[in-house]
């Protein structure tokens, strides 16, 4: 059976969306005005994610206590996995999203079944002299954005949460305007989840 929470299933879940070119023309296109797309990544990876597990759950989403994505095994009516998710992208990451991404693991921390506090950063990077995306490149400049992963968990990775439990890039399909698209994933993992991700699978 397929484990939700593993690296494997997140890095799949990503690439299947990062080697769409649909999907990439609409960050693209999201990215042009800086639109909030929270909801639409939230509901983009579930229905992926329930097409991976090729009905081993039932995948759901904003149910029971407004958790993001909630998993059922098939004729089950409880919870037994969920993940909590933020979407970002590299060109604004402040004090509030560092906060909204602590506030997903208090909450994945409280659940008593598995589950998994995910953020996904749209690593953005325009090509130079882009008209429509120089303002991205601007944002940065000004410290309100970051330019690299390493930049990134420093802002949003507390050391003291210890080693991250999932942290993988996946590029995406190559778009004219910019230098570099990708996905890239940090996760948290409560001890439940981590005790199936164990059990299931050993060292992922």
Request: net charge neutral; glycine share 6%.
């Amino acid at each position: 059976m397929t484990n939700p929470l593993s690296l494997q299933t997140v890095e799949r879940v990503l690439t299947s969306m990062a080697s769409d070119e649909a999907v990439v023309a609409r960050i693209a296109w999201l990215a042009k005005r800086g639109f909030s797309s929270e909801r639409w990544f939230q509901f983009e990876y579930a229905y992926r994610l329930e097409r991976l597990l090729l009905g081993e759950y039932a995948v759901g989403c904003e149910e029971t206590g407004r958790r993001d994505i909630v998993l059922r095994s098939l004729g089950s009516q409880s919870t037994d996995l969920a993940t909590e998710i933020k979407w970002y992208a590299s060109w604004y990451i402040r004090e509030e999203q560092v906060a909204g991404f602590v506030n997903d693991i208090k909450k994945v921390e409280s659940y008593t079944c598995p589950a998994l506090a995910l953020c996904v950063c749209l690593m953005a990077q325009p090509r130079s002299g882009s008209e429509s995306y120089s303002w991205i490149l601007d944002q940065t400049k000004k410290g309100w954005g970051v330019r690299t992963r390493e930049e990134l968990i420093k802002r949003i990775w507390n050391p003291q949460l210890g080693p991250r439990d999932i942290e993988v890039e996946c590029p995406c399909l190559p778009h004219p305007e910019f230098e570099q698209l990708s996905l890239f994933a940090l996760a948290y993992r409560n001890d439940a989840a981590r005790r199936v991700v164990v059990q299931s699978q050993p060292g992922i």
